[in-house]
């Protein structure tokens, strides 16, 4: 029977005992594992995908705008704070770029008031 004692990258130290095909398989096993990053036994982790899609933003805006939350000139900050009470959190940034598509869509008007772009149906 062979014998093999061993330390990984992470510093686990690993002592195996069998015949040297079950020997070899193990390392082997091992060694593809330590390559692809996984633990060895178990398989690579999938990426999380996020909850939303780029697609839910002009969505949740059409319905807001169906609901005439854009009867009045609204901001993006207006727009950031009903959209967190709805459960939907989004930077100003990606609001900004959204609001524009809108505007340059003509489903909505967008102009300046007191330095700050406003939208309004």
Do not use: C, W
């Not at 082997?28 to 697609?55: I, N």
């Not at 993006?76 to 809108?102: C, F, V």
Request: charged share 30%; proline share 6%; hydrophobic share 30%.
């Amino acid at each position: 029977m062979a014998h093999a004692k061993f330390t990984t990258q992470e510093g686990i130290s690993i002592e195996i005992e069998g015949t040297p095909e079950e020997l070899s398989a193990v390392v082997e096993k091992l060694r593809r594992s330590q390559d692809a990053g996984a633990p060895p036994g178990r398989k690579a982790a999938r990426p999380k995908q996020a909850g939303r899609t780029k697609a839910d933003l002009p969505r949740l805006i059409d319905d807001l705008r169906n609901e005439e939350f854009f009867r009045q000139p609204q901001g993006l900050g207006a727009l950031r704070t009903k959209l967190g009470e709805m459960g939907h959190h989004y930077p100003l940034t990606t609001l900004s770029g959204a609001m524009q598509t809108e505007a340059k869509r003509r489903r909505l008007r967008r102009y300046k008031e007191n330095g700050k772009y406003v939208y309004v149906q």
